[in-house]
């Protein structure tokens, strides 16, 4: 090996100790084992937070990003190119990434300089369409693709179509672990004379450990001196989200079983060298997964190179690796089998020592240094593909050709308009106005606005949208009158309801925002409650009257059929409502005016926008072009000479063969635009479309007619209006929600994926 054509400078990307974690563990590792093996140049690493306070991470690691922050990705990216990095090896997990299906991720990797070696340690034959859209990605965005098994290079193959010689085939690394007869290892443990099975790893109910402890009863009838050790910390994911409930079901089910004496839960993340003590007193290792398709497990790698027997479920890894008699495979979910396979190698005793020794020989292929030497051939390959196909200078960073800056997400003020019951609708300066209380428009605003960000994972760090998301959703369950099916609209601060039933426009609102909840909430209560009350709202639509109710629903609907496609209630309305302004289209427009109505009024673009949505659904070929066509008109009439967004404004709107009224503008109409073309540019692929959701973006920040911003940075709060000579003082809900709204939708057209979802 020429040292001369090795990297200087290798950056490594992943979780990283002390966080707890199985990536963690293998990029600590993998650059502790690259920078031995190269003494002479820097390896340093880059960290996944999923928290905002992060971890105290050694010197190794020089850069750290926000799992849920899309803009620390391309932050990370700058510090890398920055830093001539000469390499950049990047451990893939769908789940440690944020976006849909971790696509922040691709975000840095579109703008590294540096050759990229991306080692996939999950690799789905079945994926959806944003984990596809992903990995494709990412695959195109890598040099070279590090798989644990041939499987995954099975996978990649047939179901990616990458080319097997952009793919290398290195083991999972594994400490070396001495060879060695269990019983010198178990009296530090109490466990002397004892025959040990042993299950480690962050613990979850995809372990399958209940089967483990169901096949106990008959392990011990026959073993009496057996004894079950589960090592390894509940995943901390889990522990946020319900506790340790898992752990105590497995304890109350070995105390059921009458097996309590025999289990020994040892809730802790233990250390490499710990770990390989509690190996060394090992006679026999489980791996009861439940999931077929687990490409990799490092537990398992770890105990087989050690030289130990393994009883395990047929997972991808474990077959490759247990292959030829290196191991016992079990059915899944089944106690029985593991029962006799571990019986079997009890019994035999020389049998198991045989398949030991086997593992121990094929595992010296697996030790750290020859892994770590297989991984920088990959790096000098990745080197010489990339000499082949270089990648852009700085000086190619032209405006047109980097994301869009977008200002950065901040919910001061709509913490501060909200309390326990919703958000307020007014405000006073920067100060809630309870006067005017609440409203269910701005409450369905607000919650659709939650899901976004949830979705997008563009939130703060720090910030938990989960209080705030069931607040908004509290007010739409209590806004729903139980006896008419209708939704009440205004509350006064003192939570009494103003009416009976609010505006057609009011009902519409909450049902898009509830048709988004129930497909997009990350919370399972949520998402039912939400498509409960759908369910209860939808009927009455059909008789509005309201065009822009009827564009509301259909825009809730398009988001309720993606988790209820069967629904025929959602179904048919869709026809009814899309039919319904298609009918108004036909009786209005004509080459001189093509619109709706013989007044461009307010919300003018979601009219366009649920056509755009409708059509590709319903029986009406003609809503998509006609949505686009009316969209495409409404922009031309919004865009001044100098080349600024003009909304339609408030005071007298635009009247057919009359004056259009120029002001007051409102954030309302800019938001409308902004969603409404970025969605014609999903649907059609044309760059205009962006164009003008920028434009409309732009009035936002001051491109418009008075030069001045309706944002307000300071408090992350909107202004309600732009006058003809003054911006209005008051940042009220719904214009500080149309900002941030048209904020999210932004940073979604800009993330990699938008295009695909």
């Not at 369905?444 to 760090?461: D, Q, S």
């Not at 939704?487 to 039933?501: C, K, P, T, V, Y």
């Not at 944002?711 to 909107?718: M, Q």
Request: charged share 25%; glycine share 8%.
């Amino acid at each position: 090996m020429n040292i001369a054509e090795l990297p200087r400078r290798i950056a490594f990307l992943g979780n990283y100790l002390p966080r707890l974690c199985g990536i963690a563990t293998f990029t600590h590792d993998l650059c502790n084992a690259v920078s031995d093996a190269i003494p002479t140049a820097l390896c340093y690493a880059g960290a996944i937070n999923d928290r905002a306070e992060g971890y105290e991470y050694p010197s190794r690691v020089r850069f750290e990003l926000q799992e849920k922050d899309l803009d620390s990705y391309r932050r990370a990216a700058d510090f890398l190119n920055f830093d001539n990095a000469d390499l950049l090896c990047v451990q893939h997990e769908f789940g440690i990434y944020g976006g849909p299906a971790g696509s922040h991720l691709l975000a840095l990797l579109k703008e590294v300089r540096m050759p990229v070696v991306t080692t996939l340690h999950t690799i789905l034959h079945e994926p959806n369409v944003a984990q596809r859209k992903v990995m494709e990605e990412l695959a195109s965005r890598s040099d070279r693709l590090v798989v644990m098994a041939q499987k995954g290079v099975d996978i990649l193959r047939d179901t990616y179509a990458i080319p097997d010689n952009k793919i290398d085939l290195i083991p999972h690394g594994i400490p070396d672990i001495p060879f060695a007869d269990s019983h010198l290892s178990k009296a530090q443990f109490g466990v002397e004379g004892r025959s040990v099975l042993l299950t480690f790893g962050l613990l979850g109910p995809g372990k399958g450990v209940e089967h483990v402890i169901e096949a106990l009863p008959e392990i011990v009838r026959r073993h009496p001196d057996v004894v079950y050790l589960v090592l390894g910390a509940t995943h901390p994911h889990l522990v946020a989200k319900e506790g340790e409930r898992y752990r105590l079901s497995l304890e109350r089910l070995a105390e059921e079983r009458g097996v309590k004496e025999h289990v020994i839960f040892y809730n802790r993340f233990v250390s490499i060298e710990d770990l390989a003590e509690f190996i060394g007193a090992t006679d026999i290792y489980l791996t009861p997964y439940l999931d077929e398709a687990q490409i990799t497990s490092g537990t398992l790698a770890y105990v087989f190179g050690a030289g130990k027997a393994v009883v395990s479920t047929p997972y991808w890894h474990a077959q490759e690796m247990l292959a030829e008699g290196r191991g016992i495979l079990v059915p899944f979910n089944d106690a029985s089998a593991i029962a006799r396979s571990v019986c079997e190698y009890l019994d035999f005793p020389e049998r198991m020592k045989e398949t030991r020794l086997e593992a121990y020989r094929l595992g010296r292929e697996m030790i750290w240094p020859a892994v770590a030497k297989r991984y920088i051939e990959s790096f000098q390959h990745a080197q010489i593909d990339r000499k082949e196909s270089p990648r852009r200078a700085f000086a190619g960073w032209t405006l047109d050709s980097r994301p869009y800056d977008l200002p950065l997400l901040r919910l001061d003020h709509i913490e501060r308009m909200t309390d326990s019951t919703g958000i307020f609708q007014h405000a006073i300066f920067t100060v809630p106005d309870y006067h005017h209380g609440y409203c269910i428009d701005d409450n369905a605003r607000a919650f659709l606005l939650c899901n976004l960000l949830e979705e997008l994972g563009g939130k703060p760090p720090g910030e938990d949208l989960g209080g705030l998301t069931s607040t908004y959703l509290a007010f739409l369950a209590a806004a729903l009158h139980p006896d008419t099916g209708r939704f009440r609209n205004f509350m006064s601060h003192g939570r009494l309801w103003l009416e009976d039933a609010g505006s057609e426009d009011s009902h519409g609102r909450a049902l898009w925002a509830l048709g988004t909840g129930a497909a997009r909430s990350r919370d399972k209560g949520q998402r039912k409650l939400s498509a409960i009350l759908f369910d209860k709202g939808l009927p009455v639509v059909e008789g509005f009257t309201s065009p822009r109710a009827w564009a509301f629903t259909l825009l809730g609907i398009h988001e309720y059929l993606q988790v209820f496609p069967d629904s025929a209630s959602a179904s048919g309305a869709r026809t009814t409502l899309a039919s319904k302004l298609l009918t108004l289209w036909n009786a209005c427009a004509d080459a001189d005016w093509p619109w709706f109505e013989p007044i461009v009024a307010y919300d003018n673009a979601r009219l366009c926008q649920a056509l755009i949505i409708s059509g590709r659904s319903t029986p009406f070929p003609e809503a998509l072009a006609i949505g686009l066509k009316s969209l495409r008109w409404l922009t031309s009439i919004q865009k001044t000479q100098a080349g600024h967004f003009r909304p339609i404004g408030s005071d007298g709107f635009y009247v057919r063969d009359g004056a259009r009224a120029d002001f007051d503008q409102q954030p309302l109409e800019a938001q409308a635009m902004v969603s409404a073309c970025l969605e014609a540019q999903r649907v059609t692929g044309d760059a205009e479309w962006t164009l003008e959701a920028r434009r409309a973006f732009e009035w936002f920040l001051g491109r418009n007619d008075l030069g001045l911003p309706l944002y307000d940075a300071s408090t992350g709060g909107c202004h309600d209006g732009l006058h003809s000579d003054s911006v209005n003082g008051n940042e009220g809900a719904e214009s500080s929600l149309a900002f941030h709204l048209a904020l999210a939708e932004m940073n979604y057209a800009e993330h990699p994926l938008s295009s695909a979802l």
